[in-house]
């Protein structure tokens, strides 16, 4: 199995207009919690109706999702195809973790330690990220340090080169007990986190998650759907449903993305200097960064060139090329033109794919004339 390099992740501050960004509006996708889930909201605030329901007008979007990477980020192990690889296997993560031993029980994936195979099983509740990068199994415990806590496990499939290895992040932690062992624990509000960017709703209570929507659906992003889908059934021309607001703009567009993605917060400035390899996951750093953005009066968006309800691997190098383009004419006195390639090479010379740890490929998003690098 391939063996992780050490990183950490951070988010980094970049400039004043970052620092604006992050204070606009507030968190643009949070949405209310809700244990009623029907069609439609009888009273109240507005609750949640579910994809499908969504499909019924919107059934374009509805495809395009169902094929993209959020509509697989979080499932219970015992529904997940992507934990069954681990059963029947033992792999090794190294010193001083040792080789795990994985079976399939009732409830999902389990695993022993080869130095404790005469221990019971312990559970990995849950699969969490949609694999075409990784996947990592995460369980709730109880933790009389904190509220929320759960075990990162020790190993994840990484979609990137088709194999098992270290989880990301793990490579050179000390386990200061035998939980450890197991895999990183993490508390309060990143394991909260963890869950809340990647489902559409659920919060730890315990070691459980109440109010589970699984994957990133429609209403993570759009918000409760009922009040809408009533006035959809009741007007054969309803209102627009806003994505979690009234209004919207391109800075709550920046939001509502970066909430999970990530926003250029509470970071040591040194990091942004270096910007170092782990910054590639986080897609708006580097926009944020990018004369693309700085130079567009906060026009340039995520948005410019992805659609948000489609995998960002269905659409062809060629397609990314022409949203570059629609601001880089050669022919036009007032764009900036490539002196070298003015028409093809865009994404490749100016935000290349890059290896992360594990073979992982992110684009570098902090768009730029490179120089050797």
């Not at 063996?3 to 604006?20: K, Q, W």
């Not at 979080?74 to 529904?79: E, I, K, Q, Y």
């Not at 997940?80 to 993560?93: M, P, V």
């Not at 990220?129 to 806590?149: C, Y």
């Amino acid at each position: 199995m391939m063996l992780a390099v050490a990183s950490g992740f951070c988010f980094v501050i970049v400039c004043a207009r970052c620092i604006a960004v992050d204070q606009a509006a507030g968190h643009a996708s949070r949405v209310r919690r809700s244990e009623d889930s029907g069609s439609a909201a009888s009273a109240g605030a507005p609750t949640y109706v579910g994809k499908q329901v969504c499909r019924e007008c919107h059934p374009q979007n509805f495809e395009l999702h169902q094929h993209s990477g959020h509509a697989d980020t979080f499932s219970r192990s015992v529904d997940s195809e992507i934990a069954k690889k681990f059963a029947g296997k033992a792999l090794d993560a190294g010193n001083p973790y040792g080789v795990f031993h994985y079976e399939w029980g009732s409830d999902g994936l389990q695993t022993r330690r080869a130095a404790g195979l005469n221990q019971d099983p312990f559970s990995l509740q849950y699969a969490v990220g949609s694999g075409r990068n990784a996947m990592t199994l995460l369980t709730l415990i109880d933790d009389t340090e904190a509220d929320a806590a759960g075990i990162e496990h020790r190993i994840s499939w990484f979609g990137s080169h088709g194999d098992f290895g270290l989880t990301p992040g793990h490579v050179g932690l000390t386990p200061q007990n035998e939980t450890e062992l197991l895999g990183n624990v993490v508390r309060d509000n990143s394991v909260q986190q963890c869950v809340y960017c990647h489902t559409t709703t659920g919060t730890i209570v315990g070691t459980e998650i109440v109010d589970l929507v699984a994957d990133v659906n429609c209403e993570k992003c759009h918000g409760p759907g009922s009040e809408h889908v009533q006035q959809a059934r009741q007007s054969e021309t309803p209102p627009p449903f806003s994505v979690g607001r009234d209004r919207w703009d391109f800075e709550a567009e920046l939001q509502l993305c970066g909430d999970c993605h990530r926003l250029p917060r509470n970071i040591d400035p040194a990091a942004l200097r270096e910007y170092s390899a782990e910054l590639l996951r986080f897609q708006p750093v580097g926009m944020l960064r990018s004369e693309c953005y700085l130079e567009s009066d906060g026009q340039f968006m995520c948005s410019t060139c992805h659609n948000p309800h489609q995998d960002s691997k269905a659409k062809s190098t060629a397609a990314y090329e022409q949203d570059c383009l629609a601001c880089h004419q050669s022919d036009s006195d007032a764009h900036v033109a490539c002196s070298v390639s003015p028409t093809s090479g865009c994404i490749e010379c100016h935000m290349p794919a890059t290896k992360f740890e594990q073979g992982m490929v992110f684009h570098d998003h902090w768009i730029r004339i490179r120089d050797a690098e």
